[in-house]
């Protein structure tokens, strides 16, 4: 995607073809910085600190990081080293798992003088395929666009979190069909939840939709279940960390509210996701995805501009009151209309995501 007028990814190689280079998504959308990852650690930092986030650019990153590695010292013991640190970065999105499963199984055979090309070639190769799935996942939920019903003149669509380009390497998952809808010349609107406590929605995809050019209104968390009601919301599309076989789906904490209010209220609640997000090792996604906790201070603070263009943190609660704060939570396959994947549309189901994965069946 654009940002003003260049063409950017969220990650790349830098000139030196040894350092990767990624958007500070801390910053945004007050800064647009570009930071240098040149160590696994730094790739680890970026990933556990959010300054890359979203499950496919985490499973980007995690790819780099194991070049990073490889780059530093190719021996066995740094890539089991490179693979359990950046493991253990954050633990809900499976995109993570998938690729350093894919990296080493790619490195553990090869001879050490071969490892630091492979790593950086693979995940050069990750980072394309995430763009064109991201692509056909707009395609494909864009002929679920095309055949819904609006109520008024526009299309209203609602997201939580950020599912943009953003959090993929480019186009975003769900937001991937709302920019082909955009570009084909659909009037969409898009109801923006701010996401509390980081606010993804209200500093991320409201940045992104802008850069863009599609209209969109940024509403407290709190908004959608009212809107709903009114008829203003023709449909919801999410994005998931991890999605398991039976079609539950873990996405950013609030999600599930908003798949309630969309179940009671008639509306379409869609998910747009890649195939490396499904963990076919799972089913009950209630009891099996690890929920990230995350520091109670992302409750207790919250970050922004001053008017003389400063960026501070206030605190928002009582001294002494405690705060919990659970990243994600899992909206049970029963509320999900339809997964949107790259290889098509199916019901959030083991036998709907087969269909489009007849390889993952257990008798294959
Ligand atoms: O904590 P984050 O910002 O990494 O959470 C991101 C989300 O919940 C996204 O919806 C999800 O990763 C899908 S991104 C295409």
Redesign the pocket.
Known sequence: MKVDGKPYRTIWLGADGTTVQVIDQTLLPHQFVVRDLETMADAERAIRT?IV????L?GAAAAYGMALAMAADASDEALARAYTVLLESRPT?VNLRWALDDLRALLAPLPANRRREAAYRRAAEICDEDVEICRRIGENGLGLIHRLKPRGDRINALT????GWL??VDW???LAPIYQAHNAGIPIHVWVDETRP?N?GASLTAWELGKHGVPHTVIADNAGGHLMQHGQVDFVI????RTTRQGDVC??IGTYLKALAAHDNGVPFYV?LPYPTIDWTIEDGVREIPIEERSAREVSHIAGRTAAGEMVTVQLLPDGSPAANP??DVTPARLVTALVTERGVCPASEAGLLSLYPEQSRAA
Do not use: E
């Open positions: 959010m986030r979203g499950a496919p985490i999105a939580h979190c950020n599912a959090a993929t975003g998952t769900a980081r993804q999410t994005g998931t960390d996405n950013k747009g990243a994600f």
